[in-house]
């Protein structure tokens, strides 16, 4: 599999290319016709007396895997020669863009937007083998609870392996330390927040003598803000208003609310001014470098990695997570999630016994041994066995060797978010709050369905909703212009997609 890679090009012409790359030459396991390639036959390899070559594309979002004793074992349990492919998290939706119109594709690709009108149309040109009968097999991703399969079902059927995730996983972030400086209590609803991140911007927190800090951390198209819209009661992706039919949370009233909220506080200096131009990675930097008071999107996960690197510029700081504020009406919590974080999908020209193969390596990785190996590495090199039983973690080699970043799948587990490598109290926080948050999700109606015009019309609709969200966040247009882009969203496809999915709620059964 060639690493090299092209500048990034458009969706248009990925879908163009993929339809002629991956159609060309799609074999579905199973069918009768089936004219693999040489070096995609594994018999052809078990004949030459070669490993049969897994190669397996996904983000990274910490230190890349090494060649270790883990991928050595991996290597030798399966008899493959395995080919973890991480890709920083920043530049992925660019790097699969590429690898997808290349036609030279991984075995096994993690798709990562959910839901996504891309991937519902690659499906419909065949790029994607239907995993259905593949995974039957085996028994650890068959414990998948089915109400996270039934959403990567894509027209009833499976093209991917979900990567299962707790349904509520988020944390509001807030230093502690910070509050206590200024003598203010924990906020509790959209009011209080409201006034802590003035101060924490004017009132000089951490008691440098410097106007070098700011309330909230957030991102370029008005990111991290998940419990705020839920706050105001936008809606999940969807919102059932109260007349039965589903609004698109993107122009809900309450969406316009939490956006004049922020407008105002961005005018009073509470939000970072920088916002427009953060990538996701730029944004947790601002709160890990002691410049952010308050992260309101952040993942129980990245806490331990937020404390780690806080203490490295503030040892004194004590980042906290806490319960959602309460909107108007009283109203908290996030969007539910799908239960899952991408999906493993593989092309549909793979050979089936490759197919196979590829099945099995998810499952082991689902399996109790895959899953410690994830989390604590290979015994005696990278962690020991206390007389109690319990294990003590290397920390360096674990970090250093990418053991967590070279198994990326896993079994269902609420609490996989504990960062076991962290320390006790880092891990008793993330445990504190993944309970806490667990029933806190507002489920989106219309979760697992992407209407028909969808993959036509969504990505130009989401351009036009995060201009429109920015410039009126930064003042550039006045609070009014919402209505107006209301109406040019759904003139230029809502109205259809909105009508699309309403057909589909009403036949659901209630």
Not at 363 to 389: C, I, L, P
Not at 445 to 468: C, G, H, I, T, Y
Request: charged share 25%; proline share 7%; with cysteine.
């Amino acid at each position: 599999m060639s690493k090299r890679w092209s500048k990034p090009i458009s969706v248009t012409a990925v879908s163009a290319l993929t339809a002629v790359s991956l159609l060309g030459c799609s074999v579905v396991p199973g069918s009768e016709d089936q004219h693999p390639s040489a070096n995609n036959n594994p018999s052809a390899d078990a004949q030459s007396g070669k490993r049969m070559k897994i190669s397996m594309m996904y983000p990274l979002y910490s230190d890349p895997p090494q060649k270790n004793e883990a991928w050595k074992y991996i290597e030798d349990k399966f008899n493959i020669e395995f080919e973890p492919m991480a890709v920083p998290n920043n530049s992925y939706n660019d790097k699969l863009k590429v690898t997808l119109a290349s036609g030279d594709m991984p075995d096994i690709i993690l798709w990562t937007n959910y839901p996504d009108p891309e991937l519902n149309k690659y499906v419909e040109q065949g790029a994607f083998a239907p995993l259905d009968e593949a995974i039957k097999p085996a028994p650890n991703l068959m414990k998948t609870p089915q109400a996270i399969l039934d959403n990567v079902k894509i027209n009833g059927k499976l093209y991917g392996v979900p990567r299962t995730r707790a349904l509520n996983r988020s944390g509001v972030m807030i230093r502690k330390d910070w509050l206590d400086n200024l003598g203010l209590p924990v906020p509790k609803t959209v009011d209080e927040l409201y006034q802590t991140a003035i101060k924490f911007t004017t009132g000089d927190p951490d008691k440098n003598g410097k106007a070098d800090t700011f309330g909230i951390a957030f991102g370029e198209n008005v990111s991290h803000m998940d419990p705020l819209y839920m706050a105001f009661d936008s809606g999940a992706g969807w919102r059932k208003m109260e007349d039965g039919t589903l609004m698109n949370a993107d122009i809900t009233p309450g969406k316009k609310q939490a956006l004049e909220w922020l407008r105002k506080l961005y005018q009073e200096g509470g939000l970072d001014k920088d916002f427009a131009v953060l990538k996701n990675t730029q944004v947790w930097e601002k709160l890990e470098g002691g410049k952010a008071g308050i992260l309101l999107g952040g993942q129980t996960s990245d806490y331990a990695r937020y404390v780690e690197n806080l203490a490295k510029v503030d040892p004194k700081a004590n980042l906290i997570m806490i319960q959602p504020p309460a909107g108007p009406t009283g109203k908290f919590g996030y969007s539910e999630t799908s239960g899952f974080f991408g999906q493993w999908v593989v092309p549909a020209k793979t050979d089936p016994e490759k197919v196979k193969k590829i099945i099995q390596l998810l499952d082991w990785q689902a399996s109790d041994e895959g899953y410690d190996m994830k989390r604590f590495g290979v015994e005696g090199v990278h962690y020991t066995k206390n007389a109690d039983g319990t294990k003590k973690i290397n920390v360096d080699k674990y970090k250093t060797d990418g053991v967590d970043a070279l198994i990326q799948h896993n079994p269902y587990d609420p609490y996989s978010y504990v960062v076991l490598t962290a320390p006790e109290a880092v891990q008793k926080a993330q445990k504190e709050n993944l309970d806490r948050v667990k029933d806190m999700g507002i489920k989106n109606p219309a979760m697992a369905f992407v209407a028909p015009s969808a993959p036509d019309k969504q990505a130009d609709l989401n351009k036009l909703r995060d201009e429109e969200y920015v410039k009126l966040v930064m003042g550039k247009a006045p609070m009014d212009d919402f209505d107006r882009f209301a109406k040019e969203w759904l003139d230029k496809g809502g109205a259809q997609i909105t009508k699309e999915t309403n057909e589909w709620y009403q036949k659901q059964p209630k």
